[in-house]
């Protein structure tokens, strides 16, 4: 594989919503490119992109794809996403190396909320971008309605440089707006267009044409004069307007079909930026700097995703974005600080890795086993350490307990979880200690699904995901006192430890708080610390449904003892049962964790998710418009929004997000108390 120049690259990310045709148009490319012999298909699982167990079985992409090709002597690096939501990180990660973006949308879906997100987070990266209507060979697909919705939803800057022949069944080939050539079937054959598109086709191109002439003052001026513009002219003028995404071209095919794909490939070399037409932002402690990337100057690299594979061990995808790295070299990881011993580079497509030496200045490539780096880690050189911005990921929303189904998976679940969240940056995994129970998060229900598949079919760890326990407490609402003797007696030494306790209720988030109050030596000093550690660990578990007891000062304020048949065992049972004499005289009361929840929607859905909302005993607390979307504020409990990723899908359609976290603890409603308790006691018997 030979080294290209800065200028001889295109990176460049498939964005679409699910379902639009991604994995297909880069299989089509592939093809087209030479760079497989035959067409594989996403529905027999023999795409190159989705190589995944998981994606064969569910059709669907999980990770991004690594997709290189050759057109025209420019390496192009095709990245493959999922359209689904749960898995938005790999989008992230694959925007982030990239310079131009392909959005896929289907000619007879429309525009969908998938295609609405990915446009966002185009516009937020400032990518050029290509529209590529695809399915133009489906029921029901009609190119002119797809532009007008492309129009009406992302402005006039969307253009179409092509147009179809024929639609549905009939769909054969497309006519370039610019050379007023048609290209009919597969591989393309190059004629005259249909007479019947002339005038469609004029009125199109003089679009095209104005918007080509307006970057610069020359040809505006030639244009406005009534001369004609060389296709060299228009198509210097077209790509400065791309790559500055003043225009967003508009082209047309079928992927399935292989019709519209060469000129797609073209559009991609001749249209979007290569990584020379983009600064590289090196940001130091203080400030950002940018620097004209070159591949001869000091070792940037981005590490954008990491693989766990207990086979292959660890692998390690990065993009160059200064100098160069060699294979069995050292790097320096800026972000960690540390050495990394680089091995045996790799160019990936698909699962399929080629060794090569050197990987330069605007390329992709992977290594396998790096000890210390990690997703969004800057690899550089010691002497000259440059450090780039890490990649922003979406944080996790949604929660499963994980529940291993024997004690061996229980022993090999820490590797597998540690294994899946170093894969996966909006995987995150914590503790509950109220609960006891493990708790995976991540960005909805399929993404959670597909990592328990993961855990089972790479770590051999089963488990079960349940609904995460809601971290329920109790407290009590009035005063009191109560007194508890520990005495036996038995053969040789007895037992024996006495207490009087005070409770008194504490204002929320207070804990347990534990005072000594006993004087003139009712109980001896050597005795008191037993009896709090019996008051403490009794309050582990309250008297209504186990809980435990918050908010409350415990005071010991009298007690006796027995000079032979006391010791500390003694009064920490009897600390721990007075405790529970008290609790179940101060009239205990359940708590329960509520939320602040920020609801990010299109305002369409505000009386909607509102609405849902009051079912769950939210009290909203404020709603600000910004622009077109409104964003709702809200206390609610836990308890109710356990699966709200699900419910809030299912409202929008996907077009609402969602922020939420811990606020503080309330009193439970009695008549949704005795539910809990009714179901805590069922559980014991």
Known sequence: MQHHNLEDIRNVVLLSHSGAGKTST??????????????????DGTSTSDCDPDEIKRKISINLSLLPCEWKNTKINLIDTPGYSDFVGEVKAAIRVSEGAVMVVCASSGVEVGTESVWAYSEEANLSRLIFINKMDRENADFYRMVNELQARFGSKCIPLELPIGAEDNFEGVVDVLTMKSYVGSPAKEGEM??????????FREKVVEAAAEVDDRLIEKYLGGEELSYEELNSGLRQAITTGRVVPILVGSATRNIGITSLLDAIYNYLPSPKEREVVIVSDSKEQKIEPSQDGSLTSLVFKTTADPYVGKLTY??????????????????????????????????????????????IG????????????TLSSQDKPLKLAPIMFPKPIFSEAVHPK?????????VALSRLTEEDPTLQVRRDSDTGETILLGLGDTQLEVAAGKMQRKFGVNVALNM??????????????????????????????????????????????????????????NYIPAAEKG???AAQEGVLARYPAVDIKVTLYDGSFHPVDSSDICFKIAGAQALKKGLAQAQSVLLEPITNLTVRTPEDFTGDIIGDLNTKRARVQGMHPEGKTNSIKAQVPLAEILRYAIDLKSITQGRAIYTMEFSHYEEVPPNIAQKIIAEKQAEKA
């Open 26 to 43: 880069s299989e089509a490319m592939l093809f087209a490119a030479g760079a497989i012999t035959r067409l594989g298909k996403v529905d």
């Open 194 to 203: 249909p007479s019947s598109m002339q005038d469609k086709v004029s009125s």
């Open 318 to 363: 990065f993009r160059v974005y200064n100098g160069a790295i060699g294979s069995n070299s050292q790097a320096w990881n800026a972000t960690q600080r540390v050495a990394e011993r680089i091995g045996q580079l790799f160019v990936l497509r698909g699962k399929n890795q080629e060794p090569v030496a050197q990987i330069k200045a605007g390329d």
């Open 366 to 377: 992977a290594v396998a086993k790096l000890g210390e780096t990690s997703t969004g880690d």
């Open 406 to 414: 024997t004690k061996a998976d229980l022993d090999r679940l820490g």
């Open 468 to 525: 995460p326990k809601v971290p329920y407490k109790e407290t009590i609402t009035t005063s009191a006192k109560a007194e508890y003797k520990h005495k036996k007696q038995t053969g040789g030494h007895g037992q024996y430890g006495h207490v009087f306790l005070a409770l008194e209720s504490l204002p929320r988030g207070s804990g347990i708080k534990f005072e000594n109050k006993i004087v003139g030596g009712a109980i001896p000093r």
């Open 535 to 537: 008051v403490m660990e």
